[in-house]
């Protein structure tokens, strides 16, 4: 324990994630708001906000005021600690893997396909949680051009309330960007991508995409999808929610 510049005793860098992780699994556990809990602990939402993302250490008033308001205790005993849970970076939205481990998982993933029209490419996301990096990871199977494979970092802002699907190759970017889960776990939104064209040609291309439980569709089908297969009606519907129930729009000039 420290002292801030104006004399309050702060927690080290470790012992204030670990009360991140804490309140994060507490919020997440509740279903209540950071700044619901912000006004329950008697403290500015942006001092939480800054805290909780590791910007600023929590302070022992801070941690007295949130101890009274969720009504469990946040400091470490003695000896207690090294299986702390541990925060993702603040630009992946500092969560904590209790608060986000119901996306861990297997998706069937459907978007259109680019090569053939009214096809639906199908094939398996997989997410997991990586404990070197403190966050969720995703890499995709069971595709056809399994080359173009990808994998990345799941980003889960609570700002947005949307997750993110990010791929960086060597500052190659590409993003998918979907709805929380619905009641059945499912997630429309949107992928954002390069379509290789003739040659070394790539062309900018949105789409919409669908993340599926892999336990909604026990005799899920990958690959490209055609209309005379018995999936591909079922397939269609669950992609065009993405747009019918406005998961994602497509805005043209």
């Not at 324990?1 to 992780?21: N, P, T």
């Amino acid at each position: 324990m420290a002292l801030s510049d104006s004399g309050e005793q702060k927690l080290s860098d470790d012992d204030s994630r670990h009360v991140a992780a804490t309140v994060l699994e507490e919020l997440a556990r509740r279903r209540v708001t950071r700044q619901h809990l912000a006004h329950e602990a008697k403290i500015s939402l942006s001092t939480l906000e800054k805290a909780l993302s590791g910007r600023r250490p929590f302070t022992l008033a801070t941690i007295v005021r949130l101890e009274a308001a969720l009504g469990v205790g946040l400091r470490r005993r003695n000896g207690a600690g090294d299986g702390a849970a541990k925060v993702a970076p603040e630009a992946l939205g500092s969560y904590a893997r209790p608060a986000i481990s119901w996306i861990e998982g297997d998706y069937l993933t459907l978007r259109p396909s680019f090569s053939e029209a009214d096809a639906v490419y199908a094939y398996l996301t997989e997410v997991r949680w990586d404990d070197g990096g403190s966050t969720l990871t995703f890499s995709e199977g069971e595709r056809v051009d399994g080359e173009y494979s990808q994998k990345g970092v799941v980003s889960a802002p609570h700002q947005s309330g949307h997750i993110y699907f990010v791929t960086n190759k060597h500052g190659q970017y590409r993003l998918i960007i979907v709805s929380r889960p619905t009641i059945k776990g499912e997630m429309f939104g949107i992928l954002t991508t390069l379509q290789v064209g003739r040659g070394a040609q790539l062309t900018p291309v949105a789409t919409p995409i669908a993340f599926i439980p892999m336990k909604n569709v026990p005799h899920a089908q990958f690959g490209r999808i055609h209309r005379d297969e018995s999936c591909y009606a079922q397939y269609r519907a669950l992609l065009a929610r993405t747009l019918n129930d406005s998961f994602a729009l497509f805005l043209t000039g």
